[in-house]
């Protein structure tokens, strides 16, 4: 009980302050001229990570280490003249991350038609990376190629995980969600509106994710 209340004393506060950069980065996004701005878009993923490594009972390092990839990438994604690739690289690290701390908890042929939903998350994705992939260029790719099937296989995880927290498949399903909005306005259709609502179900799907490992191990 003292180790839940000592947890619940540090963890309500950084919760509330990512929510707030979550907020405060909507509202700023379109000021090009704003130096502080990378670093509130990954301030936002860094509270998450102190979140994660205060978790009750044990550290969760390996989210910990997702988020401060994601930071990494929102930092990379938000500059000037936006680092596409480095960004990618750090989100790819970033869903490893994840999928190491889920890949012991996912149930794909256990979980309730998990063999199922998994096959066409699988096929959606596939057919979703040949619809965008003439839109690339030639040294995109490969990395885009690679990034659609690990953040496949961590949604997989997610949506299948033996974690008891309905957070996790939610967040990973938001995550999944603001990277597609994120191909089809930088690939397909630019849109100031879309981005937006990339950042929108971005920050909600790591929020919702980190609130939900964290509670399942309560």
């Known amino acids: 009980m003292d180790i839940s209340l000592n947890h619940m004393n540090l963890a309500l506060p950084l919760i509330i302050l990512a929510s707030l950069a979550a907020i405060g ?3 700023v996004r379109n000021k090009s001229l704003f130096s502080v701005r990378p670093f509130l878009k990954a301030s936002m993923a860094i509270l998450l990570a102190l979140y994660c490594l205060i978790a009750p009972n044990v550290p969760l390092v390996f989210m910990a280490t997702g988020f401060a990839f994601s930071a990494l990438g929102d930092y990379f994604l938000d500059l000037p003249n936006d680092k596409f690739i480095p960004g990618l690289l750090a989100f790819f690290a970033a869903h ?4 190491i701390y889920l890949w012991p908890h996912a149930g ?3 979980a309730p038609n998990g063999l199922l939903l998994c096959t066409g998350l699988a096929l959606v994705n596939i057919a979703f990376f040949l619809w965008l992939r003439p839109s690339l260029d030639k040294d995109l790719k490969l990395p885009v190629a690679a990034y659609s099937a690990v953040i496949a296989i961590m949604g997989m995880a997610a949506f299948t995980t033996d974690l008891l927290s309905i957070f996790i498949p939610i967040g990973a399903g938001l995550f999944i969600a603001s990277d597609v909005v994120l191909a089809l306005e930088r690939f397909k259709y630019p849109n100031a509106a879309a981005k937006q609502l990339n950042w929108i179900l971005y920050a909600v799907g790591q929020i919702l994710l980190a609130v939900g490992v964290v509670g399942a191990t309560i």
């Open 25 to 27: 980065f909507l509202f």
């Open 96 to 99: 490893i991350a994840f999928l």
């Open 108 to 110: 794909f042929i256990i």
